[in-house]
Structure formats: C-alpha cells, structure tokens
C-alpha cells in the first residue's frame, strides 16, 4: 500500500525566506504528484501537477521536483510572504489505481 | 475560471439520519471523486466514478455510502445511517481524465454528526 509522508509536519520561517519542504513515498510506481495548498477549514487548491516523465514544474515562486526513483518530492518556495502561510499537501497517483494517496501536510506559517 | 462546487458548506445532522452531499464538477469532466478528511487527520479516498459507475472505491466506502450522478451536472454522495464518526469535511474532485490528470477539488463539505 502506497504511504506518503511530508517532513516537517509544521514550519515557522520569517518572510522573504526561500524554503523547502519535503514528500517521500514508498511505492515509486506513481503515475504523478500534486501539491496542493490548503488554508485552515477549505478546500485544497491545486498548485503543482508533476507527470511521472518530467522532473520538476515550476509556477511562479513555487518549483516542484520529483525523484521517483527515490520516492522523493520536494516543493521550493522562493522569498516566502505571509500569504503563503497553509498546509501544504502532496497527493500521489500509483498506475494501479485511480485515487491520490495524500500525506499528512506541512503546516506553514510565514512570520512578518 | 471554471471550479467544482458543493453545497451545502456546512451540515449538521443527528446520528442514524440519511444525509446527501452534493457536487456540480467542472462541466468537460468526466472523472468524479469523494474524499474525506476527519478533523487533524488525512485527506483519504473515498470512491472514484466514471461513466455512470463506480470505477474504485476504498475500505471505508461500505453500504452505508452510495453515490450517483441523478444528472448531467450533479454528483451526490448519500449516507444512509450516520455515525458519529462520519464527522469529517467531505471533499468532491473532477477531472478530464483519469491518472494523468490534474484533478481538482471543491471546497467541501463540513459534516458534523451528533
């Protein structure tokens, strides 16, 4: 069964800090990934989709990479403003099956 | 932009009452999901539907649960008797197609059963 995992579970930095956060999974058979950002009590608004051939996308201050070889993904965000302080989520898609797996977030909060 | 809806936001409801869920996906889309999160956990699936049928659904997807497309633009998720630990915010997703797609959520549903 696929789990995903997001490390650090929270993250507090001070604006204009260039931040990474980090996705593992244990099945690297993934067809892609999805970051997603979610503000407290919301829906999750899509922010990155990866394909399982490309290596990264990026929009805007935002740059997503992935290694599926190695189970990992990583979300770059580029000189942090307080709005971008949420849970951001990873969600992976395995050949098998048509669903994300989701990992349990990491919360963000950018200081003024 | 177009985006998925749902309504009603928030439902309250007493345990052993029958609640539906509804969802309008984006309207070129053909895939359809429901997902919960239950408060401070994760977002876990629920059932995927495509061409009128349900195509996956997960462990926690029982009897209780059924869902529907009544038409062209609705996508319903009933519970038939609900429990104490259905409280959870429901979340509807559509896309265009099926694992290559980008899919995209809409701002759920928040169930609170008493």
């Known amino acids: 069964k696929q789990e995903v995992t997001q490390i650090p579970a929270a993250l507090s930095v001070p604006e204009g800090e260039n931040l990474v956060l980090n996705c593992s999974f244990t099945?690297?058979?993934?067809?892609?990934l999805q970051w997603f950002r979610q503000d407290p009590g919301k829906g999750l608004t899509s922010l990155l989709l990866?394909?399982?051939?490309?290596r990264e996308q990026t929009s805007g201050r935002l740059n997503a990479s992935l290694d599926k070889s190695s189970g990992r993904s990583t979300l770059y965000i580029a000189a942090s403003q307080p709005g971008d302080s949420a849970t951001y989520l990873c969600?992976?898609?395995?050949?098998?099956?048509?669903?994300?797996?989701f990992g349990s977030g990491t919360k963000l909060n950018v200081k003024p | 932009e177009p985006e998925v809806t749902q309504t009603p936001s928030h439902q309250v409801t007493q345990m052993g009452q029958e609640v539906i869920l509804r969802c309008v996906p984006i309207?070129?889309?053909?895939?359809f999901y429901w997902y919960r999160q239950i408060l401070g956990q994760k977002v876990e699936f629920l059932v995927s539907?495509?061409?009128?049928?349900?195509?996956?659904k997960s462990e926690i997807f029982d009897d209780q649960f059924s869902v529907e497309r009544p038409d062209g633009s609705n996508f319903t998720l009933k519970i038939r008797s609900t429990k104490l630990e259905d409280s959870a915010m429901y979340f509807c997703?559509?896309?265009?197609?099926?694992?290559?797609?980008?899919?995209?959520f809409g701002p759920g549903t928040r169930l609170t059963v008493t």
């Open positions: 997703a559509s896309s265009e197609c099926a694992q290559g797609c980008e899919q995209y």
């Open positions: 539907f495509y061409n009128n049928e349900i195509s996956e």
């Open positions: 969600a992976v898609i395995t050949y098998n099956f048509n669903k994300f797996y």
């Open positions: 099945d690297s058979a993934i067809y892609n």
């Open positions: 990866i394909q399982s051939s490309q």
């Open positions: 309207s070129n889309h053909l895939y």
